[in-house]
């Protein structure tokens, strides 16, 4: 009774805040805990929530709803701003090579889920906020949570009933773990997969179509038509993202200028994309294996260089003047990835460069780029609060659609997250600098998280054990546990049997398409391969957005 009467004497403010601040510190606890990999994970939050959130409403204490409102929004703002910082750089990118067909087995799993969805809700009558809830809990799926809660909010739905979605939410997340899991041993099981030849075929299959690392041989010369031409006027050399690092002529190693005359017998050093080199050795004449990427002993040298001076953003290769400096840019690494260096190829902020020359004019060159590591580690917050103003500016325009009773919009959901994808493709915008370090992302990106659930949960507290023992959540669990196994079975089986896909790739779509981490580890655990985690990041961006748009488009077309 005196803790309860001290708790009493708390402002609504502070009391909310303990109460935030106490189901977001259990939670991560209860999060933490697992067996084997598989665990809550983030979702530990969201039960605390609903534990403190119950035994606040028993006590009879009030948590000011105003308070909890704005934590939720801004938790989810932030959550999925920088959700679309991480994923951007390579979201159009998975949309294009090998990665389409696993974006087409996640797409399906997203929208056979949809429609499963919506059958029950018209074979069981079940309601709206609730449906939207379910769906997202069986999939596990915290941002479409936030998105299905934020146009239930728009729409006019009471507050009261709005928290159906995070109940619903609640009773399915745990099976939607389960699921996926009980998933990839069906598949495996049922079609006697035998791990090593996955394995094997996975690596095959790698070393024939490349990987991110950019490739790189060495040619000598020995076309005649190429005597004494110079390497700008080599057809399809430098114009078509290849480009020559280093030269060795007789004994001695020379950084290649565009003007230097070719002559028969000098090797090459060239750096591009796979296709290309094949094309240029057919030009200039044989591969030969022999080590130009040794510097030592010579004048030349290479070092990486960061790009994080304003003046270099968004400049062209061809417009620095490299040729005139006696160095060359091999190669451009941008979040993670190598580029073929091509001369339109503008600079972002934190590309980083390696660059090719002597000691002494490599230094003189580095100004040019700022390369300023310490800003690498900085967070750009005036592109943070400015593209999350964009966000919300965006996720409030109205959007027609022919036969949907209202205009659809992204909300503050939807919005943060698109322009948070295309601002981090564009890299910069006029003073704003839309780069983020991966340590800063996480660490933002878990606040939001842990602000949001521990919100949702605190307003849904109330009412969960009434509707866990007393209501349907009963029936409600076992409405998610068919959103959550009918998409991932269908779809699984047919990708393997029909279309012949990897299993451990496809393992990794499965997780990816739930954008569940602890799937993800259980199918690493089957093996060494790095298959699985490929698959799973070429799915993540796309799936994220279907994600957090499905429950906007179900609650518009039911409501």
Same mark, same amino acid.
């Given at each position: 009774?005196?803790?309860?009467?001290?708790l009493?004497?708390?402002?609504?403010?502070?009391?909310?805040?303990?109460?935030?601040?106490?189901?977001g510190?259990?939670g991560l606890?209860? %999060?933490?805990?697992?067996?084997?990999?598989?665990?809550?994970?983030i979702?530990?939050v969201l039960?605390?929530?609903l534990?403190v959130?119950?035994?606040?409403?028993?006590?009879?204490?009030?948590?000011a709803?105003e308070?909890?409102?704005?934590?939720?929004?801004?938790g989810?703002?932030?959550?999925?701003?920088?959700?679309?910082i991480?994923v951007?750089?390579?979201?159009?990118?998975?949309?294009q090579?090998?990665?389409l067909?696993?974006?087409l087995?996640?797409?399906?799993?997203?929208?056979?889920?949809v429609?499963?969805t919506?059958?029950? #809700?018209?074979?069981?009558?079940?309601?709206?906020?609730?449906?939207?809830?379910?769906?997202?809990?069986?999939?596990t799926?915290?941002?479409?949570l936030?998105?299905?809660?934020?146009?239930?909010?728009?729409?006019g739905?009471?507050?009261?009933v709005?928290s159906?979605?995070?109940?619903?939410?609640a009773?399915?997340?745990p099976?939607g773990?389960?699921?996926?899991l009980?998933?990839?041993?069906?598949?495996r099981?049922?079609l006697?997969?035998?791990?090593e030849?996955?394995?094997?075929?996975?690596?095959?299959?790698?070393?024939?179509?490349?990987?991110?690392?950019?490739p790189?041989l060495?040619?000598?010369?020995r076309?005649?038509?190429?005597?004494?031409?110079?390497l700008?006027?080599?057809?399809?050399?430098y114009?078509?993202?290849?480009v020559?690092?280093?030269l060795?002529?007789?004994?001695?190693?020379?950084h290649?200028?565009?003007?230097m005359a070719?002559?028969?017998?000098?090797?090459?050093?060239?750096?591009g994309?796979a296709?290309?080199?094949?094309?240029?050795?057919?030009?200039?004449?044989?591969?030969v294996?022999?080590?130009?990427?040794?510097?030592?002993?010579?004048q030349?040298?290479?070092?990486?260089?960061?790009v994080?001076?304003?003046?270099?953003?968004?400049?062209?290769?061809?417009?620095?003047?490299?040729?005139?400096?006696?160095?060359?840019i091999?190669?451009?690494?941008?979040?993670?990835?190598q580029?073929?260096?091509?001369?339109?190829?503008?600079?972002?902020?934190?590309?980083i460069?390696?660059?090719?020359?002597?000691?002494?004019?490599?230094?003189?060159?580095?100004?040019?780029?700022?390369?300023?590591m310490?800003?690498?580690?900085?967070?750009q917050?005036?592109?943070?609060f400015?593209?999350?103003?964009? %966000?919300?500016?965006?996720?409030?325009?109205?959007?027609a659609?022919?036969?949907?009773?209202?205009?659809l919009?992204?909300?503050?959901?939807?919005?943060?997250?698109?322009?948070a994808?295309?601002?981090?493709?564009?890299?910069?915008?006029g003073?704003?600098?839309f780069?983020?370090?991966?340590v800063?992302?996480?660490?933002?990106?878990?606040?939001g998280i842990?602000?949001?659930?521990s919100a949702v949960?605190l307003?849904?507290?109330g009412?969960?054990?009434?509707?866990?023992? #007393?209501?349907?959540?009963?029936?409600?669990m076992?409405?998610?546990?068919?959103?959550?196994l009918?998409p991932?079975?269908?779809?699984g089986?047919v990708?393997?049997?029909?279309?012949?896909?990897n299993y451990?790739?496809?393992?990794?779509?499965?997780?990816?398409?739930?954008?569940?981490?602890?799937?993800?580890?259980?199918?690493?655990?089957?093996?060494?391969?790095?298959?699985?985690?490929?698959g799973?990041?070429?799915v993540?961006?796309?799936?994220?957005?279907?994600?957090?748009?499905a429950?906007?488009?179900?609650?518009?077309?039911?409501?």
């Amino acid at each position: 009774m005196a803790l309860l009467h001290f708790l009493s004497t708390i402002s609504p403010v502070g009391l909310a805040t303990a109460a935030l601040a106490l189901s977001g510190a259990l939670g991560l606890l209860l %999060g933490g805990l697992n067996w084997r990999g598989i665990g809550l994970g983030i979702g530990g939050v969201l039960f605390a929530g609903l534990f403190v959130g119950h035994w606040t409403s028993v006590a009879g204490l009030h948590l000011a709803p105003e308070m909890l409102e704005f934590v939720r929004e801004f938790g989810l703002i932030i959550f999925v701003f920088t959700i679309g910082i991480q994923v951007g750089p390579g979201f159009f990118a998975s949309l294009q090579r090998a990665g389409l067909q696993f974006n087409l087995i996640a797409a399906a799993i997203v929208l056979l889920g949809v429609a499963t969805t919506v059958a029950l #809700h018209f074979i069981a009558d079940i309601p709206v906020p609730a449906l939207v809830g379910l769906m997202s809990g069986a999939v596990t799926n915290t941002p479409g949570l936030g998105a299905a809660t934020q146009v239930l909010k728009d729409a006019g739905i009471p507050s009261e009933v709005i928290s159906e979605a995070s109940l619903g939410y609640a009773v399915a997340y745990p099976f939607g773990i389960l699921g996926i899991l009980l998933t990839m041993i069906a598949v495996r099981q049922v079609l006697a997969i035998r791990i090593e030849r996955e394995e094997a075929d996975f690596e095959a299959a790698r070393a024939k179509g490349g990987t991110k690392e950019l490739p790189a041989l060495n040619v000598v010369v020995r076309n005649p038509n190429l005597e004494g031409l110079e390497l700008g006027e080599v057809p399809d050399l430098y114009d078509q993202g290849v480009v020559v690092s280093r030269l060795k002529r007789g004994e001695v190693l020379m950084h290649p200028l565009r003007s230097m005359a070719l002559h028969m017998g000098d090797v090459l050093h060239l750096v591009g994309p796979a296709d290309k080199l094949h094309a240029m050795v057919l030009i200039l004449g044989e591969e030969v294996d022999v080590s130009l990427t040794s510097t030592k002993g010579t004048q030349l040298s290479w070092q990486r260089v960061a790009v994080t001076a304003q003046k270099a953003l968004g400049k062209h290769i061809r417009d620095l003047g490299l040729e005139e400096r006696s160095v060359s840019i091999s190669r451009v690494t941008r979040a993670g990835t190598q580029l073929p260096v091509e001369p339109d190829l503008a600079l972002q902020f934190g590309d980083i460069l390696t660059v090719v020359g002597a000691p002494a004019d490599i230094e003189a060159v580095k100004p040019l780029f700022g390369d300023q590591m310490k800003s690498l580690d900085l967070v750009q917050f005036s592109g943070v609060f400015f593209g999350i103003l964009l %966000g919300v500016i965006l996720g409030s325009i109205p959007i027609a659609f022919p036969g949907l009773p209202a205009p659809l919009k992204l909300g503050l959901a939807g919005g943060p997250l698109v322009a948070a994808i295309l601002l981090s493709r564009i890299g910069f915008l006029g003073p704003f600098v839309f780069f983020m370090p991966p340590v800063a992302n996480h660490a933002l990106r878990e606040l939001g998280i842990v602000l949001f659930l521990s919100a949702v949960g605190l307003k849904a507290g109330g009412q969960f054990v009434q509707t866990l023992i #007393h209501g349907p959540g009963l029936t409600w669990m076992l409405y998610g546990m068919v959103i959550t196994l009918v998409p991932l079975m269908i779809v699984g089986f047919v990708a393997r049997v029909v279309y012949r896909v990897n299993y451990l790739s496809l393992s990794g779509v499965l997780a990816g398409s739930m954008t569940d981490p602890p799937a993800l580890a259980f199918a690493n655990g089957m093996s060494g391969s790095a298959a699985a985690s490929v698959g799973y990041a070429s799915v993540y961006p796309l799936v994220m957005c279907m994600r957090i748009l499905a429950p906007q488009i179900i609650v518009l077309l039911l409501l």
